[in-house]
């Protein structure tokens, strides 16, 4: 019988969209080895928000976090989410770097890299996709998909042989605004299925209360594999409850395989995690409610949200209907990108300066300016030049892949933080959060070596290799 593989989400994506990927190691050290013994197709637990979160509000080394778990899962394919030439950053890196960091994250335990662009832009995947090639990683490409005229099954089918060309080894089509519906679902994989010949994962949101519908279509459609997340942290802004899907498709021809009565074990670990993250106010019972506003204005749910509280900020929270009819007009004006982190900021920000200004364009926020330069990379329609001259001024668009434009720039940055590495790993946290990361360096030494600065037995309990 094909098996529907299940990559288990409570250890990353799970808590990045219901605890702002707040929960630490040593929160999830005690249940690592029993996960280990599920059977899971693999457990994604690193990258998005991971190194952000560790550094900034956990004082956690998020390396030393992916060995520990490396360790402790030995049997499970562990997974990470990687934004392509942006890394786990918030811009383009050089492609030393890009190669650096995926070389270092395979090194430390990571076997399956999923790679994506906001604009589906395939050139600011190849550094990416190469350098899994050649680390023995898997690399697995997702599609940002999103709703719009422009992006038919076609458009999806043609991306997803781009993505098969440049040596994918899977793909995952991945509705982070939780925007597909089951039928969609089901033919939307379908067709992907009859474009390429490489396996094709579903990655979507349980937000607009859809996703365990889409999964079971998606299933039948043929789909290779799917996200859930434990019941504790599923439903909400997360993700379908694995429980629920391994029961949904017990004794079919897409049994996961998976046992329900091991899994018990691993809920009741979570639902204390939870018990305590509701107790601290960490978890807002409001992110667990169902949303379908996605549905109807075709804007995330989080982008929503951002426009209403910047139209309270300027006093014009009546003017939201006005916005929402502004913002595809904005997204065709600047080539239809898709409303993904960073772009559904970006588009969503200027339509609300259209509408309170008065005039469109009045005013352009810098960020704008660079996504009809073409600084994120090539949008998925050819922006209208009358418009770019107007956006630009005398400015010159980029045509070439973005990175392109950047030098080599590994060993500068080990030079900038040379007086805090600790591991050779320390140049791409740095890299990545250069205004943070010191701050982290510092209060790691000073935890590992005491002021006086020689190492002590404490420190090596705190820091096991």
Known sequence: MAKLRITETVLRDAHQSLIATRMSIDEMRPILAKMDEIGFYSAEVWGGATFDSCIRFLNED?????RIIRKEMPNTKLQMLFRGQNMLGYRHYADDLVE??????????????????????????????????????????????????VFTHEYYMNYAK???????????????????TPYEAETLV???????????????????????MCIM??????????????????????????????????????????????????????????????????????????DANALIYQVPGGM?????????????ADQLNEVLREV?????????????????????????????????YKTVTKEFKGLVKGEYGKTPVAIDPGFQKKILGAEEPITCRPADLLKPELEDMRKECAEWTEQEE????????????????????????????????????????
């Open 100 to 149: 650096y960091f995926v070389g270092k994250s395979i090194a430390n335990g990571i076997d399956i890299i999923r790679i994506f662009d906001a604009l589906n832009d395939i050139r600011n995947l190849e550094t990416a996709i190469k350098a899994a090639n050649k680390e023995k990683g898997h690399a697995q490409v997702a599609i940002s998909y999103t709703l719009g005229e």
């Open 426 to 465: 320390d140049v791409l946290t740095y890299a990545m959060f250069p205004k943070v990361a010191p701050k982290f360096f510092e209060q790691r030494r000073n935890r590992l070596y005491g002021v006086d600065g020689k190492n002590s037995d404490a420190a090596a309990k705190v820091h096991p290799v």
């Open 162 to 180: 781009q993505i098969e060309s440049a040596g994918a080894d899977s793909i995952c089509i991945k509705d982070m605004a939780a925007l597909l």
């Open 328 to 360: 595809p007009r904005v997204r065709k004006d600047s080539g239809f990108p898709p409303l993904v982190t960073p772009t559904s900021q970006i588009v969503g920000t200027q339509a609300v300066f259209n509408v309170i200004m008065g005039e469109r």
């Open 217 to 290: 279509k998606a299933a039948e459609a043929g789909v290779d594999g799917v996200d859930t997340a434990m019941s504790p942290l599923a439903l909400g802004t997360s993700h379908a409850p694995t429980e629920s899907i391994v029961a949904a498709f017990q004794g079919t021809e897409y049994d996961t395989g998976l046992d329900l009565v091991k899994l018990t074990e691993i809920r009741e670990y979570f639902m204390g995690l939870r018990q305590k993250y509701i107790d601290s106010g960490l978890l807002d019972p409001k992110m667990l409610a169902t």
């Open 190 to 212: 379908r067709d992907i299925k009859s474009a390429v010949k490489i396996p094709v994962q579903l990655h979507t949101h349980y937000t607009s209360g859809l996703a365990s």
């Open 304 to 316: 929503l949200s951002n426009l209403l509280s910047q139209l309270k900020q300027a006093g014009k």
């Open 62 to 66: 998020p390396w030393e976090r992916l």
